[in-house]
């Protein structure tokens, strides 16, 4: 067995997306050399509600997918064909999210 050494460490990006979620980014929509240029990496947590409860209201993807994983609380997934759920903590979700759908996720 090989063992691959440590290229680069990087420090996540504080930024902001949806209505206003203050998250951190780990990768995506930069440098994207070293990664897929279709792969992102967010994190979102906190204390203060204010900072993440608006959510990612309605909005499309496009054709890729998307992996949601919940570590504590809950987030509302919902998407325009009718489909949703609710994910809670320890709960994964794998979306392939069609051209022409649009869906949401609310913690």
């Known amino acids: 067995m090989s063992i691959r050494p440590v ?3 990087v420090t996540a990006q ?3 997306e949806g209505a206003g ?3 951190h ?5 930069g440098e994207t050399s070293e990664t897929d240029p279709f792969l992102l990496f967010d994190d979102f947590r906190g204390d203060d509600p204010r900072q993440y409860q608006a959510g ?3 909005h499309p ?3 890729i997918e998307t992996i949601t994983y919940v570590l504590a609380g809950n987030v509302e ?4 064909l009718g489909n949703r759920g609710m994910l809670g903590a320890g709960d994964v979700q794998w979306m392939t999210a069609g051209s022409g759908i649009i869906h949401h996720e609310m913690p």
């Open 56 to 58: 990612f209201p309605w």
């Open 14 to 16: 504080p930024t902001m």
């Open 77 to 80: 997934h919902a998407d325009s």
């Open 61 to 63: 993807h496009r054709g």
């Open 21 to 23: 979620v203050h998250l």
């Open 7 to 9: 290229k680069r460490i």
């Open 25 to 29: 980014r780990g990768f995506g929509f």
